[in-house]
């Protein structure tokens, strides 16, 4: 059984959702404002939480930044009625895994909440993948470079997992946002650029001068590859 949180203010959705993720197996705490969820974030051992970023007490985006300093492991799902690729960015880079535009399609939820759940590094194995002075080992799901760990999120670990898998082959958008959110993904792949902007960041911050680490190539129009040293 999944433990998951749900910060909603609307009443009708918030009572909708936690019945039917409660029906799926889930249990379920919720949560109307963004103070006492990020309080409640601070004891609980969550796997994934439903976060809504129009609250009445506080931004949605700071109850992000704030539940993921606590929740390093989780997943966060952004339920946003902001359209703006701007805000959805923020978002993602305050945390976010994912995210949802309401008005929300509730099969498009739950499927996107059980495709999370599973974690299923795409590589599928629990080998460890030594490329240059990087290494991924899928089964500590632990990177480090220079033998030096680099605190990484769930999806931007499963995403390098899935890249340093085939180094050197490239791999289209479609393919990784198959592999590594949901084999019948639908809707915008912003979320793989943002996450793949975060792992640039963190792997060239974590490189020592002398450190061999290869670069994540963007493929114009088609994808993604991880550059063989």
Known sequence: MAQLLLVEDDATIG??????????????????????????????????????????????IDVCRRVRAVQPGCVIVMLTARHEEMDVVVGLEAGADDYLIKPIRLGELLARVRAHLRRVVAAGSDETQVIGDLVVDAGRRRVTVGGEEVVLRTKEFDLLARLAAEPGVALSRNQLMADVWDTNWFGSTKTLDVHVAALRRKLESATAPEATVPQIATLRGFGYRLEET
């Not at 197996?25 to 939480?49: K, M, N, Y």
Request: hydrophobic letters at 45%; a negative charge.
């Open 15 to 60: 009572n909708v959702l936690r019945a039917s993720l409660a029906s799926s197996g889930h249990e379920v705490t919720w949560h109307s404002e963004g103070r006492p969820a990020i309080e409640f974030a601070t004891t609980a051992q969550l796997d994934l939480v439903l976060l809504d970023l129009g609250l009445p007490d506080i931004d949605g």
